[in-house]
């Protein structure tokens, strides 16, 4: 009998637990969803500021805004931690067109690729040679590319459901296509966008020369879909076509820019310290609602959700906004860095940057007991539709924390639509739900919440 009663007891506690949460959970998506503040907060950035590469005026004019915003949340402390980004200039609208007899031209949208050197003055006109991807390049060998412009048109995998999966399949011509053929002796390279969308926009991207000297790097762009399929269409029926285009981009010196930093201080464990977090910049064609003004303004509701429905954190929960997360990473190593000069623990980095669509869950990058315990937090999800746990890569900007005690996260929202817009010119505001944008905020509060209240399970206590 005595058995009997502790298994009701046991059973009687994990049930208050249970609902216990359930009732913040309901309390946090119930004032996102009726009050939320992460939609207005994007109008601003996107329709006030606009697009923010680093660098640039609007990257700072962000800076200045999201911490004002922060500072009127009441945090326990704000400020602005110091790093140097990259500035690149795009210059100019591009120009291109294809030329098929002598006086006989298609235009084509095309958009230079983050830190491409600018073509001479009068542009570049060469004949082409399409291939399918970089490995493609030395099986053709210097004599077939030498003093052509390579076009690299492998498409998106549409058997793949993950276009993020999709995309790493395709972003290597794009990140060292121009590295890769100019040892071949190409004049110039034009990139594929990297989306599924059939459109007329080309969608931008950084890239990367490795050590080649200034004066030999070669001009890189992007080419939208549409426009590469009728490049590709007219190559088969005319192999001969030239291509001509003309960019205006430079790349000036690293200028001084800053995270934004606030933070809610741990009421029992001030010095375990949970990180969430968005990058604040963002590419110039559109304004970066989506890449990733959502995930900036999601990761500062997740501090006022907190605070709005009474919850003291344990720990000292830190809300980050990365600069230079597009091209450098600077902001989210110059953080680790600091981190780690500090001597701070942090147990636990949640990123958003997969666009501000319906949340279907979170990916993990952790041990295998504090993933079983995440697993068991499953059902408190399923009552708004998220159900996705799994393994994974968490965030480009909290990957540099990584260690063998923290517990790393990425908000996974529904993916299909977001290569749509990624580093093109439709990455605006109206294409943004204010109801799924303010659902992301209310899981990512959700699952910080719960992280604080149970703690992380040490390496040392698992190997024990």
């Excluded at 922060?70 to 931690?81: A, I, M, N, P, S």
């Excluded at 504090?370 to 068991?376: A, C, L, S, T, Y």
Aim: charged share 25%; proline share 4%.
């Amino acid at each position: 009998m005595r058995k009997i009663y502790i298994l009701f007891f046991l059973v009687s506690m994990v049930s208050f637990a249970q609902t216990a949460d359930e009732a913040q959970l309901r309390k946090i998506y119930d004032v996102s969803l009726t009050n939320g503040k992460a939609y207005d907060w994007l109008n601003h950035l996107s329709n006030q500021i606009g697009g923010r590469l680093s660098g640039s005026m609007q990257a700072q004019q962000a800076v200045d805004y999201t911490k004002a915003q922060l500072d009127l949340l009441g945090l326990d402390r704000v400020w602005l931690q110091p790093v140097m980004v990259p500035k690149w200039v795009r210059g100019t609208p591009e120009f291109a067109y294809f030329e098929s007899t002598p006086g006989t031209s298609t235009n084509v949208p095309i958009c230079a690729l983050g830190g491409s050197v600018a073509t001479k003055p009068g542009g570049l006109k060469a004949n082409l040679i399409e291939v399918q991807g970089v490995e493609e390049l030395a099986s053709l060998g210097r004599e077939k590319i030498e003093g052509k412009i390579v076009f690299f048109n492998r498409p998106f995998d549409q058997k793949l459901i993950s276009t993020f999966d999709a995309y790493a399949g395709c972003v290597d011509q794009r990140y060292i296509g121009a590295a890769e053929a100019s040892k071949y002796g190409a004049v110039g390279i034009i990139v594929r966008s990297m989306s599924s969308r059939l459109d007329d926009l080309p969608h931008t991207g950084a890239m990367s020369y490795g050590e080649i000297p200034v004066k030999d790097r070669i001009p890189a762009a992007a080419i939208s879909t549409k426009g590469a399929n009728l490049l590709s269409t007219t190559l088969k029926l005319n192999a001969d076509i030239k291509f001509y285009f003309k960019q205006n981009c430079v790349q000036l010196e690293d200028v001084k820019s800053y995270n934004v930093i606030g933070e809610i201080t741990g009421s029992k464990y001030p010095n375990e310290i949970m990180v969430v977090g968005g990058h604040l910049d963002s590419w110039d064609l559109g304004d970066g609602s989506h890449d990733d003004g959502a995930g900036c303004v999601q990761s500062m509701d997740v501090l006022r959700l907190l605070k709005e429905t009474g919850y003291k954190p344990l720990r000292t929960i830190r809300v980050v906004l990365f600069m230079n997360e597009e091209n450098g990473l600077r902001g989210g190593n110059e953080y680790a860095k600091v981190a780690t000069t500090k001597k701070e623990n942090h147990v636990f980095a949640l990123e958003s940057d997969a666009g501000g669509f319906t949340p279907r869950g979170f990916s993990f990058d952790c041990s295998d007991a504090n993933f079983e315990m995440i697993k068991g937090w499953e059902d408190l999800f399923e009552p708004y539709l998220i159900h996705m746990f799994v393994r994974g890569e968490s965030g480009a900007d909290i990957d540099p924390l990584k260690n063998s005690e923290i517990l790393l996260a990425g908000l996974r929202p529904d993916l299909q639509r977001y290569f749509d817009h990624h580093h093109a010119a439709n990455d605006t505001f109206e294409h943004v739900n204010k109801r799924e944008l303010q659902m992301g905020a209310a899981t990512m509060a959700s699952l910080v919440y719960l992280v604080d209240k149970y703690g992380v399970i040490p390496s040392k206590k698992i190997k024990g």
